[in-house]
Nanobody, 123 residues
């Protein structure tokens, strides 16, 4: 049974930081592309970043490059998203997702497994 469980969301002031975690179970973690997405009310789901769990290579959307950092702890099957210098426009539900393959994509419907989402509110 594949399970992705996110944690770490919350409410912060502009300029502050948050770190999201995504614990993965039930699939071959080390041969995957793990992605982070967000969805604000009335907007489409937006790809933010991804990490190839085998090589550790990371990729970022231009909108978050330099502010967000994706990392992993392979021993814990956990991926993190460190978010710095948060802005009100970063307010959204944040999701982690797993492709089921190591190949990178940025399109939500190419990811097979999704977490439940965690709310981030920046005021």
């Amino acid at each position: 049974h594949v399970q992705l469980v996110e944690s770490g969301g919350g409410s912060v002031e502009a300029g502050e930081s948050l770190r999201l975690s995504c614990k993965a179970d039930g699939f071959t973690y080390l041969r995957n592309c793990m992605g982070w997405f967000r969805q604000a009310p009335g907007k489409e789901r937006e790809w933010l970043a991804a990490i190839a769990t085998g090589s550790g290579s990371t990729y970022y959307a231009d909108s978050v490059k330099g502010r967000f950092t994706v990392s992993q702890d392979n021993a814990r099957n956990t991926v993190y998203l460190q978010m710095n210098s948060l802005k009100p426009e970063d307010t959204a539900i944040y999701y982690c997702a797993a492709r089921g393959t190591y190949l990178l994509t940025t399109t939500p419907n190419t990811y097979n497994y999704w977490g439940q989402g965690t709310q981030v509110t920046v005021s």
